[in-house]
T-cell receptor
Framework: DSGVTQTPKHLITATGQRVTLRCSPR?????VYWYQQSLDQGLQFLIQ???????AKGNILERFSAQQFPDLHSELNLSSLELGDSALYFC?????????????FGPGTRLTVL | AQSVTQLGSHVSVSEGALVLLRCNYS??????LFWYVQYPNQGLQLLLK??????LVKGINGFEAEFKKSETSFHLTKPSAHMSDAAEYFC????????????FGTGTRLKVLA
């Protein structure tokens, strides 16, 4: 158990819909990352938050947004869903910003768009 | 800019045989290097990491990796494969420059044959 929790575990929805994925980092970790993992694109970095502020952006679509709340939990919002958004979405947390820190991954949310 | 290349998206070994998963990186500054493992339907977890000091790094489950600066490599090895080692393995590089510091490789799926 990494200490990172993600809800829900599975999500099935239809095209055009909007969903929210939730992540609670390990206790004390200030940094949260979001990743998308699909068979054809592998592990893609989406976005990073540090202590409530956006820190870095990766291959995140404009239809996707995220935020980190004062209690440090984070939410990833996916809107106008398309079939191609079906994937595993992982959240990871890290204690700070040092490059030698490891990331702790949650179990993921499997999103299926029908 | 940093990058990571994992040679071989799929590797098969017999149970009891040597496991060798290859990772080459490029980085403009001394890197920090990581190997993560992902078991089916789970998030990634850290196997081992190189920060500074000893270039041979030992990790969990009998894995080790050697940082070779001259070859820009960080290959993962295990002397004797076990069926439970079947998983996907990701190499990652991190450096202090830039805002987003992690780059993950595309992953190598290890299959262990009985």
């Amino acid at each position: 158990d990494s200490g990172v929790t993600q809800t829900p575990k599975h999500l099935i929805t239809a095209t055009g819909q909007r969903v929210t994925l939730r992540c609670s980092p390990r206790s004390g970790d200030l940094s949260v990352y979001w990743y998308q993992q699909s068979l054809d694109q592998g592990l893609q970095f989406l976005i990073q938050y540090y202590n409530g502020e956006e820190r870095a952006k990766g291959n995140i679509l404009e239809r996707f947004s995220a935020q980190q709340f004062p209690d440090l939990h984070s939410e990833l919002n996916l809107s106008s869903l398309e079939l191609g958004d079906s994937a595993l979405y992982f959240c990871a947390s890290e204690s700070g910003l040092a490059a030698y820190n490891e990331q702790f991954f949650g179990p993921g949310t499997r999103l299926t768009v029908l | 800019a940093q990058s990571v290349t994992q040679l071989g998206s799929h590797v098969s070994v017999s149970e009891g045989a040597l496991v060798l998963l290859r990772c080459n990186y490029s980085s403009s500054v001394p890197p920090y290097l990581f190997w993560y493992v992902q078991y089916p339907n789970q998030g990634l977890q850290l196997l081992l990491k190189y920060t500074t000091g000893a270039t041979l790094v030992k990790g969990i489950n009998g894995f080790e990796a050697e940082f070779k600066k001259s070859e820009t490599s960080f290959h993962l090895t295990k002397p004797s494969a076990h069926m439970s080692d079947a998983a996907e393995y990701f190499c990652a590089v991190s450096e202090t420059s830039g805002t987003y510091k992690y780059i993950f490789g595309t992953g190598t799926r290890l299959k262990v044959l009985a």
